[in-house]
């Protein structure tokens, strides 16, 4: 049975021959010749004009009430802004730090507690059926709804913090237990034959069948997860946080300090973003199989 | 016939078993209360809540708020379908369109909908149409990028079978596009009714006078804490049978997608 | 010279199985019995919904029967209500493939010894090391499975399952999504890896030709509920290559199987039949 | 060979190439690819995987243009997609969201000249015909994939188009419903006048359905060999262990080795599988 010469040897897929370096080059010229970019631009621009004609320019009323991009960039640019938060002052960076590491918690905490629940949910039948239904029942209930029995739970504890946190967690939670529940019960039950019928022993069949197969959806999970913390966590620092994002956009209303408003909505928009796309690298990277599947 | 047995004894076996472990944690949630569980203590036990249902379901006042938080919800939900729909399946049909929109939807959806709450209290003239507005933004851009989503990822081949046939533009439209692209619609829907939820109850508490947003809150400020737990198991419930409404809806929408 | 299989033999007995997809009590399969010696290579025939994989699923040990006995070498393993644990001595071969798709062709069959506690996962890298080489195999080891091509991946899983040593291989279809040609080698790989360790076979398919000419002994199964209509016995002694596909027996065999099959096949694809398992 | 030259050709294609891709990306996928199909013949095109033949359905069928070439239906050169020139694709196009009755009937339906009750009476016959008359109220997913394939067919066949282009249509089926398939195809094919391309990767489908088959070259591909294949119709199983019919097989699988040998250097993974077949074969 002589073996020719198969093609995963030979490795002449036409792409590897070009260096990478030549290829991203050419997606980027490629890029720039569409119009894509450009209308896109074009697009972004049209809703700041819009935004400075109704609120400066023009002095549309009710929107005159609102700061226009003009005022909201120079207090953003200002190295001593009016109201104290621009680039260049702590206290902006301070806000975001506060914001970032509470749902840096909530997402640990909704991690370590989520993936495994849901593994498990998605694998024992039994355990889905206690688990399950009180989920269910509380799911439904929007996280902010909490926002009262969280102060009273965490009333014996000093720090403001605990119920904030809690309230990131719980959306957090909710989002990754369903849908790495949701992945395990996505894997082919043709590969849970296979690894039984190889005399895998449970805890084979946990980390080698179970896990990996539903890792796509556990990174999903996690990448709504923060979004969807991130959601909670605002309002929580609406109603009764101290620093952060939310707070700052809360006390910056009280306190008529409009363009604060704005640049606090801004910042929260980019982190966010900065937040579920750092996980969907971190995905992509763990799963090179899900990438090449399908050929 | 032994499998027909199984089957039907293994979904009651898991209704008890759902039932043991709602139970057990309601007990657990009372003891816990009475001996001053740590983190339980100051929450209000469930025989305290039951107690205080009765007076609650009586006054008329507590079910004008259920009305009000419905009505905020209909109308801004209503809104986000009536203009996220149409955006979407524009922006599926047209390049330019896309082109045009889509960054600067990518670069407002990541704000969260309840940081427009001060923005929005301060343009709008009424609360009514500030919370009423926080609701549409929550729902509006979930339903555009999920319609978005479906009507391009209609299969090619339908399309070019439909033009091969001698379909005219608006037989496209109606007979192919809006069909193909009806559960995503339905996705869109239900996602985004989950979303107007969350943010009228907290858009109730920062800014509103009334719903069960207001409610809950308003028992929190006014140290009636059985009613805290009443106003979330209400909004709880109304959430439930809105989405609900939505699966149904769903279904009779789309009566190819059931199962054989 | 090829050893003579002592263990492996499977005696099915009056097997019937019930389903309930969503409460229609559908009798998937109905009182069929047969005797496979060990080493025997047989070969189930019929029209899609004729039950074939609803038995190979009941000795693979995936669920229990609705009456009857299905026992390995004297001891039974599959009755009504209870069902032996899925084993390596009973390996599957599935349709469209179950390489783990996340990790590599190496794990993939070093995976068996390895949760067996068999051997450490060096020695098993190893074993499954020299395995894909005697199979034509080697050079692919760090690659994921869905680089490969569909003939190269039913290598895979072919040796992945022999290198459990098991007492019944069981091929659910495994080259129906081949183009002929490359169906061909994919036979003739099989064949000679059940020259070289003699297990007994279990091999399903709707593909007639496939049948006689791997097979000692093609059972020919009617439409839902399936019942064995019709037993055919190849002898083309072993090891067989391509080359008896012109021969004049073949051709009336070929002629005999269609024949028995034909007005079933029809009846299935009229009604539309749809595999149940 | 007088007799196809006289019949007036149905489709004729000159010189087509066609490109994919920019810069280094480039792949040239069809060059200089021309022959020509007759009325009420039935052409089948066989070409190793990856050669360019769904790009020539497309272009064909009118949803992509070619950098160059042209083809012509009846002397008048393509356009846009239209019933006269319909494709049964691959895996089924059935509309999900419509039922068996109201898939075929869409075809007449929007090219909306014909009465409603005429073009449903029709869709009765033909559903009739390929006898899934009792499953016309079902949904695709309802249905076999024997049974979707015919109801392709159905809803193609209504609309009497002058050439149908089916590629791959048995493709993923069973071996046993795709000789069923086959039979199915030859009957509706045989009993009536309809010219039909029908595009394969099996050299035993093509050779037993065909009355002219011609094999592709590699990419970039181009008609590289005609086979008139004079087999008697209607065309029967026993065909299959017939001389001539080997003789067609050997004759046409020499060719595409040699198509499969380029195919395989350029890391066509079906190549491979291919060339390690043929060389078993040879054996």
Redesign the interface.
Known sequence: MTAIETPSQSRTTQAADISSLALTLFRLRQWLTQPSPYLGFLGVASLVLAWYLLTEFFNVPRFNKLPGPVAVWQEFTSPSPTFGISIYTPAYYMHIFWSIWRVLQAFFWATILGVPLGLFMGWKRTFRDYAFPVLEIVRPIPVLAWVPVAILIFAGIASREAPVIFLAFLATFFATVLNTMLGVESIDEVYFRAARCLGSKPRHVFFRVVLPGALPYIFTGLQIGVGVGWFSLVAAEMISGEYGLGFLIWDSYVLSQFPVIIIAMLTLGVVGYGFSAIIRIVGASLMRWADRSGA | ????AF?KSSTT??LR??????LG?LVFWEIGRRLHF??????PAPTEVLASLDKIVGNSKFWNDWISSFSRVLSGFALAQLIGIPVGLLMAMSR?LR??????LE?????????????S?????TTELSIIFVIFLGAFFTVVLTVLGGARAI?E??I?????????PR?IFW??VL??T?PSIITGMAVGMGVT??V???AE??AGKSG??YF??A??VGGN?PQ??V???S???A??LS?GAIRLLGKRA???QR?? | MTPVAATGAINIRNVSKIYDPDGANVLAVDNCSVDIAPGEFCVIVGPSGCGKTTLLNAIAGFHDISSGEISLDGKPICTPGISAEPGADRMVVFQNGALFPWSTVLNNVAYGPVVQGAATSTDAKTKAQALLAELGLSGIGDRYPNELSSGMRRRVEIARALINDPKVLLLDEPFRAMDALTKGVAQEFLLQAYDRVRKTVFFITHDLEEAIFLGDRVLVMTTRPGRIKQTLHVDFGRPRNYKIRSSRQYLSLKSQIFEAVREEAVRAFEAGERELA | MASTLARRALLEVKGLAKSFGLGPLRQQVLEDCSFSLHTERLTVLIGPSGCGKSTLVNILAGYEAPDAGEVRLLGAPVGAPSAERLVVFQETALFPWMTTFQNVIYGPLVQRDKRREDIEADAIVLLERVGLKDFKDKYPNQLSGGMQRRAELARAIINNPKLMILDEPFRGLDAMTRELMQEYFLKLYEGRKQSVFFITSEIEEAIFLADQLLIMSNRPGRIIKTIDVDLPRPRTASLLTSTEYLHYKDESLEVLHGEAVKAFAEGSKAAADFLEAYADQKR
């Open positions: 016939m032994a499998t027909a089957a076996l898991s078993r759902g039932l043991v472990s709602v944690l740590p983190f339980l203590s100051a929450v330019t082109y045009l929109w889509f960054p600067p670069i407002l959806r990541p704000i969260p909908p309840l940081a427009w709450v001060p923005t209290i301060i343009f709008w003239p299969d081949r339908l070019r079978a439909a033009r091969s046939f001698g379909s005219k037989d007979r192919i069909p193909a009806m939820w969350e009228v109850v907290a508490m920062i069960l947003g809950t809150w028992s929190y804490y805290i737990i106003g979330m198991a909004i709880g419930i959430g439930y989405s789309t009566p190819w199962r054989i």
